[in-house]
């Protein structure tokens, strides 16, 4: 079992930036894949971006390449997301997930076993 939390949201302007954080907690070794996903109202979930955290190979969905980068700190056990360059259609509650089995790492959300609770990131303009 892996445990979740996100922190970081919060309201930007456009052109602003923010850092979420997601601290993981239980059997993190078994966390091969871990990603940051988003949904907005009356929308569906979507890939923002995925880390391998064997390697550091990173998946971007292609709306947020160039603006946003995801890292880890393995000794800490937590996981980023720095976003630059914010615009109102990043506005949406923002979800870590971490995937329990090795194989494929990416942006499809059936990959992740386990998830956060979320965190709201709004941008106005």
């Known amino acids: 079992q892996v445990q979740l939390v996100e922190s970081g949201g919060g309201s930007v302007q456009v052109g602003g930036s923010l850092r979420l954080s997601c601290a993981a907690s239980?059997?993190?070794?078994?966390?091969?894949?871990m990603g940051w996903f988003r949904q907005a109202p009356g929308k569906e979930r979507e890939g923002v971006a995925a880390?391998?955290?064997?390697?550091?190979?990173?998946y971007y969905a292609d709306s947020v390449k160039g603006r946003f980068t995801i890292s880890q700190d393995s000794a800490k056990n937590t996981l980023y997301l720095q976003m630059n360059s914010l615009k109102p259609d990043d506005t949406a509650m923002y979800y870590c997930?971490?995937?329990?089995?090795?194989?494929?790492?990416?942006?499809?959300?059936?990959?992740?076993?386990?998830w956060g609770q979320g965190t709201q990131v709004t941008v106005s303009s």
């Open positions: 997930a971490a995937k329990g089995s090795r194989g494929n790492c990416g942006l499809n959300i059936p990959f992740f076993d386990y």
């Open positions: 239980g059997t993190t070794y078994s966390s091969y894949c």
């Open positions: 880390i391998y955290r064997s390697g550091g190979f990173t």
